[in-house]
Each structure stands twice: as C-alpha cells, then as structure tokens.
C-alpha cells in the first residue's frame, strides 16, 4: 500500500499562489508517476498535472492550467509539489494527489489507484 498525504491548501486572493505538497509513504518504490487532481462542488474529478517518478519526470496539464501551474517532485524526499499561480475562483476545489504503478499499455493520465484525503483551495474576490 502506499500512503499520500496533501498539505499547502488554504484560503488565497484571486491573482494569488499557494503551493500544493504530497508526501508519499509505504511501498513507494512501485510508483512510477504522481498526480493532481481536483474536484470542485457538483463537478467530476478532473485531471490536474501528472508526473513520471523515473523517465526524467516528464509532466502533463490539462489545458485550463497550462502557464499557471508547475508540477515537480523531490524524489529523494518522495514528494511532490504544485505550485499554482494566477489563481481563479474557477480553481477553487479540493485537490487530491495520486499515485500509480507501472502499467502497461495505459496512459500516465489514467490508472491512479492511490489517493490523498485532499486539500482544499479557495480561491476568492
């Protein structure tokens, strides 16, 4: 099993930053990449960012995100970050980060089957 606990979250200003952190426990040398999800009220969960652990941390963003948010990872502390700049009310959810193991034939964007009990971002005018 592999732990993953969220913490950063908080209350910002539109036009503010806050830098997300997921910190990864257990069996994390089965984990080939981490991810950011986010779910707001009445929507589905929606991909935020995603990266390899191996393969030169190559990253992935949904479009809404691209230019404002940066996904990295310390590995020798088996964290991972996302800082969000620019903030909108729009960004406003609980943040979930993932993990997974290797899989073949399946997209690094599917296949999360570990999860953090989420942070919340509030993003107000």
């Known amino acids: 099993q592999v732990q993953l606990v969220e913490s950063g979250g908080g209350l910002v200003q539109a036009g503010g930053s806050l830098r997300l952190a997921c910190a990864a426990s257990?069996?994390?040398?089965?984990?080939?990449?981490m991810g950011w999800y986010r779910q707001a009220p009445g929507k589905q969960r929606e991909l935020v960012a995603t990266?390899?652990?191996?393969?030169?941390?190559?990253?992935n963003y949904a479009d809404s995100v691209k230019g404002r948010f940066t996904i990295s990872r310390d590995n020798a502390k088996n964290t991972v970050y996302l800082r969000m700049n620019s903030l909108e009310p729009r960004d406003t959810a609980v943040y979930y980060c993932?993990?997974?193991?290797?899989?073949?034939?399946?997209?690094?964007?599917?296949?999360?089957?570990?999860w953090g009990q989420g942070t919340q971002v509030t993003v107000s005018l």
């Open positions: 993932a993990a997974r193991r290797p899989m073949s034939r399946v997209s690094l964007t599917e296949g999360y089957e570990y």
């Open positions: 990266i390899t652990i191996t393969s030169g941390g190559s990253t």
């Open positions: 257990g069996n994390i040398f089965s984990i080939n990449a």
